[in-house]
């Protein structure tokens, strides 16, 4: 009952106090002193926002961001019309079906890889090796696909080339870190063993 009662009384109290400020005829820095004759619900409305909102919010409503950008813009090129077709490219299975069918599957055989080790209770050392391979592909082109869509060809063909390169050889330095953990230390497995028991 509260709830529906109150932002009724709510709207009747600053509608009173805004028709108080409009009636009265003493000037203040707030609200000036309005004619009655010329008084309307827009003159009553100004005046309480006046008074209810302090000067910094209303100004602040219209600056929400600095004055200057944190990047500046890039080249801003048009190449074409705006009345030319997207280009569509050459249609290859190993970058349309076959690639989406091949990320679903490491997607979907990352679920029983993972539970298998606990699950079985034996450590083998190719499960683990697959279960690494399996994560380091998976991530890979994740990664690739954040790459595609968020660093355009197009806008910055030199930072694409840097990124996509960086990709490359962080996918090769955990790979080679992967290895030598398994072949030199415990292993995924166990080593996620050891600390689910610590």
């Not at 926002?49 to 048009?78: C, E, Y």
């Not at 790459?147 to 090769?172: E, S």
Request: charged share 15%; with cysteine; proline share 8%.
């Amino acid at each position: 009952m509260a709830s529906i009662v109150r932002p009724t009384m709510m709207q009747r109290t600053c509608f009173a106090a805004a028709s108080k400020r409009a009636f009265s005829t003493k000037l203040s820095s707030s609200s000036p002193a309005i004619n009655t004759s010329v008084l309307s619900r827009k003159a009553i409305r100004n005046a309480f926002t006046k008074d209810a909102m302090p000067s910094s919010m209303r100004v602040a409503a219209f600056h929400a961001s600095g004055r200057r950008s944190i990047l500046p813009a890039l080249p801003q090129v048009i190449q074409g019309t705006a009345n030319d077709p997207a280009p569509v490219p050459p249609a290859n299975p190993s970058h349309g079906s076959y690639h989406w069918t091949f990320e679903r599957l490491i997607s979907a055989g990352l679920i029983p890889l993972t539970i298998a080790p606990f699950a079985a209770g034996s450590l083998n050392p190719t499960m683990d090796a697959i279960l690494c391979g399996a994560i380091l592909i998976h991530s890979h082109i994740g990664f690739e696909s954040i790459v595609i869509d968020y660093v355009p060809r197009k806008r910055l063909p030199k930072t694409r080339v840097a990124v996509w390169w960086g990709l490359r050889a962080a996918t090769v330095l955990v790979g080679v870190g992967l290895y030598e953990f398994e072949t030199n230390d415990v292993g995924v497995a166990e080593a996620i063993k050891r600390i689910w028991k610590a």
